[in-house]
């Protein structure tokens, strides 16, 4: 089991990824009609996944933006798809409400657990 204050670091670490995942695909979305413009996103849950299975602390696991390497360019040579980037945020928001709603649950089982109730 994960001590208390590493789950509220690892879920603060999980908001922040969050964030930085809708920065960039906002960055996608606002150059959809940028000429040679490369889709971004950010690598993580492949680190963490390693992270686990390594043993190693799951705090030290960083995000990474990089360039998709699988995106199909169009005639202007931009990478961006509106429709995935879209379906992309909303995944992104559910992930972050989720995350929040989780973190103030343990925040409130601290606050209990502190004043006795």
């Known amino acids: ?29 606002a150059n959809v ?3 040679g413009y490369h889709r971004q996103e950010v690598q993580f849950e492949e680190f963490l996944s390693k992270a686990l299975d390594g043993g190693k602390g799951l705090l030290e696991v960083k995000p990474q933006v990089i360039t998709d390497p699988v995106a199909t360019a169009r005639n202007d040579g931009n990478t961006v798809d509106i429709e995935m980037e879209m379906a ?17 649950t343990q925040l409130g089982h601290m606050r209990s657990a502190i004043s006795g109730h």
Do not use: C, E, G, W
């Open 88 to 104: 992309q945020l909303a995944k992104n928001s559910l992930l972050y409400k989720v995350y929040t709603q989780i973190l103030a």
């Open 1 to 29: 089991m994960v001590p208390t204050d590493s789950r509220v670091d690892f879920l603060a670490r999980l908001l922040d990824v969050a964030a930085l995942r809708h920065d960039v695909i906002a960055q996608n979305v």
């Open 33 to 35: 009609n940028t000429p």
